[in-house]
């Protein structure tokens, strides 16, 4: 079935209900679309089975889920902390359901499918009927793993790698499940129009829906279904020109009289255009640009943002002093109006807030999965200080100006002040969106960064969980490592991540000329280290880091901050800020850089031969890295493709740690340089042509990457889900609300989190997907 038959079959399914109520990847790549094909007819031959699927397009029955503990920091909290913690925490989930939206055509309804199914039956209870229906165990267990994935990835995309994933059993009996079921049998109508809707997109694996991308590499809904490379860049034109960041919009194209039309579409409670109260002037309206006709419009995600909005204010009861209430005033603003404006300034409030005992930041803000890298993705977290970490990460913090210097670029190219940031240990309580980071530097926000400052947080519980390795499980390093690996990897994480987070996001300059004409560095001066000339380019007006290298900003700039990480850590100095002494320190920075090499190579796993891209910014920063040191040679890192004792091929690392503070150090130095000059003068070029080059994935060379590639998907682990608590009203109090880290957990988290105005909810689901179904043809 082709991609525009498939989409068209599925929204005649939409209009038709109410919203009311490991193998070598050009085999795998076959049998995937075979079982895809196979598995629509009910019942498939019995030789066939979903085992015949590449498997990093389902996630395995034993994939690692764990609870994530705050209960000891909530408990600590006061009543009025937990109230404003509970509040916050309910506009997080309410506007974490636009990512459903954000993500894929059938994202939604799937959402919906489960909880309807989930609201009726606990795990527990749903099993008896999966056994009547003819699911094995471990099928019924496959269900659980995909429903669970759906609603910690919010969406049937995998949020780290971009790549879908299906479920791990045949279609015929996950229908049958799914009419088996309590809520089925209730209302079989709706339901029966509900799986019709979305079943054969949950399913498919045609070349275009086996990842997120623009055009024909991939599934986007950041962008109606044809717009293209060349539209991207158009609209980007456009919103430059009428100073509009593309952060909290979505691009539809239509043809009107052979001319092409845009819509941008802001998220916002509000649906009018005209100008409304709050505002002087609406950015909405219509304009030509370029001999084209753009439209500028609010209402995206608009009953979403409305609870956002609401439960914002509810917090400002609670809130801790002004800097907290006028902040929460303005994302207020910003959700109910769609203002960017009003974010940046909620974002200047809250810089301002200094080490609050609950710490937070809601809206959209990594563009990570925008295949253009612009728009963000919306995401808002609610976390407690861990006092001790803290004061680790504040100690670096205060030695942040002595540390600076030492980066290997020229003084004019790093910021005129250094603006010492809040940087804090945080245990969850939290984190709506498509996945939990282990660091983050925010506000992303260019001017505000330059000039104002920005704050760093450490998911200290997530750190504690996320990156627990069995020996067993620990791929690709030679045995006298493995040990040593997995006794610092925690450790040189915590090194890793303050380095990243502070002194990578944090350092830099980028050279600006306003639209008054002035600069911010002195241009008959200043000279380019790598063209010994002077500087010749810079961002204009409005331009930021983003505009300006779009597709590749994400990556290049998560590049450079590991590479800040890896350049410092070598730094005594630091290593003794977090404890690291003598023949520990020396450990701490071996696993490191182990791990770093490491990471380079097991991102393979998220580049895709066909279409020559990569689908996830971190680990194609960490290959660029890997190529880096191996480029430099003299013995620093090896890969050895060897075979391992189950008979199967296998890779071992070598890293020479008597090199890394020469030879590697002086490798990175180089390097870190250039990346430096390139983003500080917006040279564009020069940037793409040198982390495009290092980007490459060949099987020429003295490495065959791509044979090396199929190794790593055929020895890789999934990625671990995280199980979230609730906070519930109480009469005066809020309590929290802890599950098990299991499958089953998780899908009870999430039934249970909007419980309260279920049907409401999923009927403005449904809604929103089918208002906008025809986009994706």
Same mark, same amino acid.
């Given at each position: 079935?082709?991609?525009?038959?498939?989409?068209?079959?599925?929204?005649?399914?939409?209009?038709?209900?109410?919203?009311?109520?490991?193998?070598?990847?050009?085999?795998?790549?076959?049998?995937?679309?075979?079982?895809?094909?196979?598995?629509?007819?009910?019942?498939?031959?019995?030789?066939?089975?979903?085992?015949?699927?590449?498997?990093?397009?389902?996630?395995?029955?034993?994939?690692?889920?764990?609870?994530?503990?705050?209960?000891?920091?909530?408990?600590?909290?006061?009543?009025?902390?937990?109230?404003?913690?509970?509040?916050?925490?309910?506009?997080?989930?309410?506007?974490?359901?636009?990512?459903?939206?954000?993500?894929?055509?059938?994202?939604?309804?799937?959402?919906?499918?489960?909880?309807?199914?989930?609201?009726?039956?606990?795990?527990?209870?749903?099993?008896?009927?999966?056994?009547?229906?003819?699911?094995?165990?471990?099928?019924?267990?496959?269900?659980?793993?995909?429903?669970?994935?759906?609603?910690?990835?919010?969406?049937?995309?995998?949020?780290?790698?971009?790549?879908?994933?299906?479920?791990?059993?045949?279609?015929?009996?996950?229908?049958?499940?799914?009419?088996?079921?309590?809520?089925?049998?209730?209302?079989?109508?709706?339901?029966?129009?509900?799986?019709?809707?979305?079943?054969?997109?949950?399913?498919?694996?045609?070349?275009?829906?086996?990842?997120?991308?623009?055009?024909?590499?991939?599934?986007?809904?950041?962008?109606?279904?044809?717009?293209?490379?060349?539209?991207?860049?158009?609209?980007?034109?456009?919103?430059?020109?009428?100073?509009?960041?593309?952060?909290?919009?979505?691009?539809?194209?239509?043809?009107?009289?052979?001319?092409?039309?845009?819509?941008?579409?802001?998220?916002?409670?509000?649906?009018?255009?005209?100008?409304?109260?709050?505002?002087?002037?609406?950015?909405?309206?219509?304009?030509?640009?370029?001999?084209?006709?753009?439209?500028?419009?609010?209402?995206?995600?608009?009953?979403?943002?409305?609870? !956002?909005?609401?439960?914002?204010?509810? #917090?400002? /009861?609670? *809130?801790?002093?002004?800097?907290?209430?006028?902040? +929460? %005033? =303005?994302?207020?603003?910003?959700?109910?109006?769609?203002?960017?404006?009003?974010?940046?300034?909620?974002?200047?409030?809250?810089?301002?807030?200094?080490?609050?005992?609950?710490?937070?930041?809601?809206?959209?803000?990594?563009?990570?999965?925008?295949?253009?890298?612009?728009?963000?993705?919306?995401?808002?977290?609610?976390?407690?200080?861990?006092?001790?970490?803290?004061?680790?990460?504040?100690?670096?913090?205060?030695?942040?100006?002595?540390?600076?210097?030492?980066?290997?670029?020229?003084?004019?190219?790093?910021?005129?002040?250094?603006?010492?940031?809040?940087?804090?240990?945080?245990?969850?309580?939290?984190?709506?969106?498509?996945?939990?980071?282990?660091?983050?530097?925010?506000?992303?926000?260019?001017?505000?960064?330059?000039?104002?400052?920005?704050?760093? !947080?450490?998911?200290?519980?997530?750190? #504690?969980? /996320?990156? *627990?390795?069995?020996?067993?499980?620990?791929?690709? +390093? %030679? =045995?006298?490592?493995?040990?040593?690996?997995?006794?610092?990897?925690?450790?040189?994480?915590?090194?890793?991540?303050?380095?990243?987070?502070?002194?990578?996001?944090?350092?830099?300059?980028?050279?600006?000329?306003?639209?008054?004409?002035?600069?911010?560095?002195?241009?008959?001066?200043?000279?380019?280290?790598?063209?010994?000339?002077?500087?010749?380019?810079?961002?204009?007006?409005?331009?930021?880091?983003?505009?300006?290298?779009?597709?590749?900003?994400?990556?290049?700039?998560?590049?450079?901050?590991?590479?800040?990480?890896?350049?410092?850590?070598?730094?005594?100095?630091?290593?003794?800020?977090?404890?690291?002494?003598?023949?520990?320190?020396?450990?701490?920075?071996?696993?490191?850089?182990?791990?770093?090499?490491?990471?380079?190579?097991?991102?393979?796993?998220?580049?895709?031969?066909?279409?020559?891209?990569?689908?996830? *910014?971190?680990?194609?920063?960490?290959?660029?890295? +890997?190529?880096?040191?191996?480029?430099?040679?003299?013995?620093?890192?090896?890969?050895?493709?060897?075979?391992?004792?189950?008979?199967?091929?296998?890779?071992?690392?070598?890293?020479?740690?008597?090199?890394?503070?020469?030879?590697?150090?002086?490798?990175?130095?180089?390097?870190?340089?250039?990346?430096?000059?390139?983003?500080?003068?917006?040279?564009?070029?020069?940037?793409?042509?040198?982390?495009?080059?290092?980007?490459?994935?060949?099987?020429?060379?003295?490495?065959?990457?791509?044979?090396?590639?199929?190794?790593?998907?055929?020895?890789?682990?999934?990625?671990?889900?995280?199980?979230?608590?609730?906070?519930?009203?109480?009469?005066?109090?809020?309590?929290?609300?802890?599950?098990?880290?299991?499958?089953?957990?998780?899908?009870?988290?999430?039934?249970?989190?909007?419980?309260?105005?279920?049907?409401?909810?999923?009927?403005?689901?449904?809604?929103?997907?089918?208002?906008?179904?025809?986009?994706?043809?």
């Amino acid at each position: 079935m082709n991609q525009r038959r498939l989409f068209s079959k599925c929204i005649s399914s939409w209009k038709s209900f109410s919203t009311r109520m490991g193998f070598e990847p050009t085999r795998a790549e076959h049998n995937g679309l075979a079982v895809h094909r196979l598995n629509h007819f009910s019942p498939p031959l019995p030789v066939l089975n979903l085992n015949m699927v590449d498997s990093q397009y389902y996630l395995p029955n034993d994939v690692g889920i764990s609870a994530l503990d705050c209960s000891e920091a909530f408990r600590l909290l006061s009543p009025r902390e937990k109230m404003y913690a509970h509040y916050l925490s309910r506009a997080a989930w309410y506007g974490g359901l636009a990512v459903l939206l954000q993500t894929s055509p059938e994202s939604a309804n799937i959402f919906v499918l489960l909880q309807r199914i989930f609201r009726k039956q606990t795990p527990a209870q749903l099993e008896k009927d999966a056994t009547a229906a003819g699911l094995s165990s471990e099928e019924y267990q496959a269900f659980l793993v995909y429903a669970a994935g759906l609603y910690a990835n919010m969406g049937n995309y995998k949020s780290f790698g971009d790549t879908k994933f299906i479920p791990n059993l045949p279609k015929y009996k996950l229908e049958a499940l799914v009419k088996a079921s309590q809520a089925f049998q209730e209302q079989p109508t709706e339901m029966k129009a509900l799986w019709d809707s979305c079943s054969c997109l949950i399913y498919s694996l045609e070349k275009r829906q086996k990842q997120l991308g623009l055009g024909d590499k991939g599934i986007t809904t950041y962008f109606s279904g044809n717009c293209s490379l060349e539209d991207a860049e158009l609209a980007q034109k456009f919103l430059d020109s009428k100073k509009l960041s593309a952060y909290n919009t979505r691009l539809f194209k239509r043809e009107n009289g052979g001319k092409a039309c845009y819509e941008v579409r802001l998220a916002s409670a509000e649906q009018k255009d005209c100008v409304v109260d709050g505002e002087c002037q609406s950015c909405c309206g219509s304009f030509n640009f370029e001999d084209k006709e753009f439209s500028v419009k609010r209402g995206d995600y608009s009953p979403l943002m409305e609870k !956002v909005a609401s439960n914002l204010q509810q #917090a400002q /009861a609670f *809130a801790a002093n002004e800097n907290q209430r006028k902040m +929460l %005033e =303005e994302y207020q603003r910003s959700f109910t109006l769609g203002s960017i404006e009003a974010h940046k300034e909620g974002s200047r409030y809250w810089i301002k807030d200094k080490s609050p005992i609950v710490e937070s930041y809601i809206g959209f803000i990594e563009s990570y999965r925008d295949p253009f890298g612009s728009r963000g993705e919306f995401e808002g977290f609610v976390a407690i200080v861990n006092k001790a970490m803290s004061e680790r990460f504040a100690n670096l913090v205060s030695s942040a100006e002595v540390l600076l210097p030492e980066l290997p670029w020229p003084q004019d190219f790093e910021k005129d002040t250094f603006l010492k940031p809040d940087f804090t240990s945080l245990d969850v309580l939290t984190f709506a969106g498509s996945g939990i980071p282990a660091g983050i530097n925010i506000p992303n926000y260019d001017d505000i960064r330059q000039s104002e400052g920005f704050k760093n !947080v450490s998911l200290g519980n997530v750190l #504690a969980v /996320a990156y *627990a390795t069995q020996k067993e499980k620990l791929t690709f +390093l %030679e =045995e006298d490592d493995k040990d040593m690996f997995i006794q610092w990897k925690g450790p040189s994480f915590d090194v890793q991540v303050g380095l990243h987070e502070l002194l990578g996001h944090g350092s830099g300059k980028l050279f600006v000329q306003d639209d008054n004409g002035e600069f911010n560095f002195d241009q008959t001066k200043v000279i380019n280290p790598e063209s010994k000339q002077l500087v010749s380019s810079w961002y204009h007006g409005s331009e930021t880091w983003d505009s300006k290298f779009t597709t590749i900003a994400s990556s290049y700039e998560e590049c450079r901050a590991e590479c800040v990480g890896l350049y410092l850590c070598l730094n005594k100095q630091v290593l003794s800020i977090f404890g690291n002494e003598g023949q520990q320190a020396d450990d701490v920075i071996y696993v490191n850089w182990l791990s770093m090499v490491r990471g380079g190579l097991l991102g393979l796993e998220f580049y895709t031969p066909e279409s020559q891209s990569w689908r996830q *910014a971190h680990m194609q920063a960490r290959f660029v890295i +890997l190529r880096v040191l191996l480029e430099v040679g003299e013995g620093l890192v090896g890969l050895k493709e060897v075979t391992g004792q189950d008979g199967k091929p296998d890779i071992r690392i070598t890293l020479d740690r008597s090199k890394i503070s020469t030879v590697g150090k002086d490798a990175i130095h180089r390097f870190l340089c250039k990346l430096q000059v390139f983003k500080s003068t917006a040279d564009v070029a020069g940037g793409r042509a040198l982390y495009e080059g290092y980007s490459t994935v060949s099987d020429g060379g003295s490495h065959d990457f791509l044979r090396l590639r199929e190794t790593v998907l055929l020895r890789k682990e999934a990625r671990k889900m995280f199980v979230q608590a609730n906070t519930k009203i109480k009469g005066d109090s809020v309590e929290l609300v802890e599950y098990e880290g299991t499958a089953a957990g998780l899908i009870r988290s999430f039934t249970e989190r909007f419980e309260e105005d279920a049907e409401l909810l999923e009927a403005d689901l449904l809604e929103l997907n089918k208002r906008d179904a025809t986009c994706w043809c």
